[in-house]
């Protein structure tokens, strides 16, 4: 079993759409939790960043953390095209950052 | 602000021989984490630096060893290249002692071994 768990995907929606994603994690040892965004041949880029249980919002981007379930989510409200791009899940113990597969995201015009 | 920067961009091997990356950490950062991204999965740890001493490392084959510099700055050398090392490596910068974890990552390096 994977310490985490993403989503595969790959998700298409239309523009305006709410985009949600997932992971699930077995290793409750984990305190921080991430979410990167990815574009084709680049590198990650740090969204959101989160270390209890409960919501953060950022603009249109919102992060649920439910510890006692080990399942995390970022929400994309009112999604635009440039949010199209791959997504990552990223979870964080003493030193080193464990990721999900990735899901890759296409907001259609 | 400087964010992380790594060279080259792009590096084409063939098998069996050896490849230097190089990359800079964000201004203010001490420590410095290299990954190997395979085409379609998440980012896998490789080994961290700080005080210019290997932390911690990942399940990586002791062909993959590195180096930090007095400036932070890092360099990751691979050995006997082989086609599996085919991959995005990704340099990601942090405070060592915030405990957070927060990891910028640098644009990558990407690697192909023919």
């Known amino acids: 079993q994977k310490e985490v768990e993403q989503d595969p995907g790959p998700l298409s929606v239309p523009e305006g759409a709410i985009v949600s994603l997932n992971c699930t994690y077995s290793?409750?040892?984990?305190?921080?939790f991430m979410w990167y965004r990815q574009y084709s041949r680049k590198g990650p880029e740090l969204l959101m960043y989160t270390y209890s249980s409960g919501n953060k919002e950022d603009g249109r981007f919102t992060a649920q953390v439910d510890k006692s379930s080990k399942y995390i989510s970022l929400f994309i409200r009112d999604s635009q095209p440039s949010d199209s791009a791959t997504y990552l899940c990223?979870?964080?113990?003493?030193?080193?950052?464990?990721f999900g597969a990735g899901t890759t995201v296409t907001v259609r015009a | 602000d400087a964010g992380v920067t790594q060279s080259p961009t792009h590096l084409i091997k063939t098998r069996g021989q050896q490849v230097t990356l190089r990359c800079s950490p964000k201004s203010g950062h001490d420590t410095v984490s290299w990954y190997q991204q395979a085409l379609g999965q998440g980012p896998q740890f490789i080994f961290q630096y700080y005080e210019e001493e290997e932390r911690q490392r990942g399940n990586f084959p002791d062909r993959f060893s590195g180096h930090q510099f007095p400036n932070y700055s890092s360099e990751l050398n691979v050995n006997a290249l082989l086609l599996g090392d085919s991959a995005l490596y990704l340099c990601a910068s942090s405070l060592y002692h915030r405990q957070s974890n927060e990891q910028f990552f640098g644009p990558g390096t990407r690697l192909t071994v023919l």
């Open positions: 990223a979870l964080g113990g003493d030193y080193k950052l464990s």
């Open positions: 290793n409750s040892a984990f305190q921080y």
